[in-house]
């Protein structure tokens, strides 16, 4: 061939590849949009008002969420739980309830982001929602597209009413449609760890999935569930996160310290950190454990590796969870119903000289001696600490 046919082959093989590539690519896939590269953080109504949801709800969180710092601590989601939707159109689309949303969700979602928020919304792979409003079987594309049109940013879908249908089969419907969506949507996994979601929730285009039943706003609950997450660590990495539920921080029904131990918990565990309490009326404590910069910090790790318990005994535990640095988190964890001295050895994560050891609860510098820090935990309380190398 001569130099002049191959050069024209070059090019004309050069723009059926670029050109094809064109074609054949869908839009962004969800893997590629790179979302929730650390664990999503914001707030959901479900926890504090169940069905009691409106616009005026949600557009004073949103404002309550900028004006208590929760934002600039990077709370960012402003997530509407069950109950916002009524019935089908004709043509089968959601519809909000006119009388609790009367602006509708698209003007709502623009009140979101003109905070520098993010609105998220709720939905059910089944027929009904959990409280039997409709569900997104045989709509699911449907229903992302709706909410993609009214510029949604978050979806949390539930699993109520669902008998008979394969978890991860009907949420990869979902995956796939929020793939090729027109706009770049989280993607909730809730069936609260029917069929171990943290083995198929990554591979369907979850960005997180639950784990566990519901939370409530009591001691034993939440540490039932939180305690319970040791060994999940292997499935969580950024994009794809384990999530033991909600936040009841706030809610009234456990003192400052088992809260503590609910944050340091779910930091430790790269958890979504969704608070589920009343952000209009928060108390100086509630503020202070929800936006403890330090522990979010933790939270937030870039590394995105879950944390992970290493030594048991009679209600005390320890965990630890590594970090970016090189350094770690460590929870030493008292469940027991007194107050008790916990130590912590510190050759368990190979940093036997630490240049730092930080309390994260009381923002200060704390020491080791003899190669352990040691530390009086108060009953159903937490040390939380984080050790420099
Ligand atoms: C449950 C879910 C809760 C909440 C509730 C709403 O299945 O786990 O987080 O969404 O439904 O009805």
């Given at each position: 061939m001569t130099t002049r046919w191959s050069k024209i082959l070059a090019v004309l093989l050069g723009f059926l590849t670029?050109?094809?590539?064109?074609?054949?690519?869908?839009?962004?896939?969800?893997?590629?949009?790179?979302?929730?590269?650390?664990?999503?953080?914001?707030?959901?109504?479900?926890?504090?008002?169940?069905?009691?949801?409106?616009?005026?709800?949600?557009r004073e969180t949103a404002d309550a969420m900028v004006s208590s710092g929760m934002k600039a601590v990077g709370y960012e989601f402003v997530n509407i739980d069950d109950c916002w939707q009524v019935s089908r159109a004709a043509d089968g689309t959601i519809v909000a309830d006119p009388e609790r949303f009367p602006g509708g969700i698209k003007a709502l979602a623009e009140y979101v982001h003109s905070k520098g928020l993010k609105?998220?919304?709720?939905?059910?792979?089944?027929?009904?929602?959990?409280?039997?409003?409709?569900?997104?079987?045989?709509?699911?594309?449907?229903?992302?597209?709706?909410?993609?049109?009214?510029?949604?940013?978050?979806?949390?879908?539930?699993?109520?009413?669902?008998?008979?249908?394969?978890?991860?089969?009907?949420?990869?419907?979902?995956g796939d449609a929020i793939a090729r969506a027109s706009r770049p949507i989280v993607f909730s996994i809730c069936n609260?760890?029917?069929?171990?979601?943290?083995?198929?929730g990554a591979r369907v285009g979850g960005n997180s999935w639950r784990t566990t039943d519901d939370i409530n706003d009591t001691y034993d609950r939440m540490s039932l569930i939180g305690f319970s997450q040791s060994g999940l660590a292997e499935f969580s990495s950024p994009g794809h996160w384990n999530d033991p539920d909600m936040l009841e921080v706030g809610n009234g029904g456990m003192t400052r310290d088992q809260y503590r131990t609910h944050m340091a918990l779910w930091a430790i565990l790269a958890a979504p950190l969704l608070a589920g309490n009343d952000l209009r009326s928060m108390t100086a404590e509630t503020k202070e454990l929800l936006t403890n910069s330090e522990v979010i910090a933790?939270?937030?790790?870039?590394?995105?590796?879950?944390?992970?318990?290493?030594?048991?005994?009679?209600?005390?535990?320890?965990?630890?969870?590594?970090?970016?640095?090189?350094?770690?988190?460590?929870?030493?964890?008292?469940?027991?119903?007194?107050?008790?001295?916990?130590?912590?050895?510190?050759?368990?994560?190979?940093?036997?000289?630490?240049?730092?050891?930080r309390d994260l609860w009381e923002h200060k510098d704390v020491s080791a001696e003899n190669g352990a820090y040691a530390a009086d935990v108060p009953r159903f309380g937490v040390k939380f600490v984080r050790v420099y190398k």
């Open positions: 670029s050109s094809s590539i064109l074609w054949i690519q869908p839009k962004a896939a969800a893997s590629d949009r790179a979302l929730a590269q650390t664990p999503p953080m914001g707030w959901n109504s479900w926890n504090k008002f169940a069905c009691d949801v409106s616009e005026k709800l949600i609105l998220g919304i709720y939905t059910d792979a089944g027929r009904m929602t959990c409280q039997k409003r409709p569900g997104s079987y045989e709509h699911e594309v449907q229903d992302i597209n709706t909410y993609a049109a009214w510029d949604v940013d978050y979806v949390k879908i539930d699993w109520c009413f669902a008998e008979g249908l394969d978890p991860e089969v009907q949420y990869k419907k979902f609260w760890g029917v069929k171990a979601p943290w083995r198929w933790i939270d937030q790790d870039p590394k995105g590796k879950q944390g992970h318990r290493v030594w048991e005994e009679g209600g005390l535990e320890t965990w630890v969870r590594p970090l970016a640095d090189g350094g770690y988190a460590v929870g030493l964890f008292n469940r027991s119903g007194q107050a008790i001295q916990m130590s912590f050895d510190l050759k368990k994560i190979g940093i036997e000289h630490p240049s730092k050891i």
